[in-house]
């Protein structure tokens, strides 16, 4: 099983060469299956209690058809969102980040909303 291309990152890389060698949330490119991007958004936020509470995206990219919202429920927790690219609409609109959200070097290729 090939490691994805990502420092640190224990996920298996996708087969196909448009990945280029990184996995489902690492991998630069919009042909990544949807429901296999959730899958592992939702391990992130399902793991966080057993990661200091931490929701470590950094590195992810959001593909142009994945619904952002779906990441409401990981703002109950410390949020690392370094390095993303999110290439659809953000909107957090009417939500508490409980804790910390660090967008550092993040890239908003279409609108973000926040209020």
Do not use: T
């Not at 640190?8 to 996708?14: D, F, I, K, V, Y």
Request: charged fraction near 20%.
């Amino acid at each position: 099983m090939k490691k994805c291309a990502l420092s640190g990152c224990e996920r298996q890389a996708l087969a196909d060469p448009q990945a280029q060698g990184c996995c489902i949330l690492h991998a630069p490119w919009d042909g990544k299956d949807l429901s296999a991007f959730q899958a592992a958004i939702d391990e992130i936020i399902q793991n966080a209690p057993a990661n200091n509470n931490i929701c470590d995206f950094s590195g992810c990219y959001f593909p142009k058809d994945y619904d952002c919202k779906d990441l409401e429920k990981a703002l109950k927790f410390n949020c690392q969102f370094i390095r993303v690219h999110f290439y659809n609409e953000v909107r957090f609109g009417q939500v508490e980040f409980s804790w910390d959200a660090n967008f550092s070097l993040a890239k908003f290729h279409s609108n973000a909303y926040f209020w």
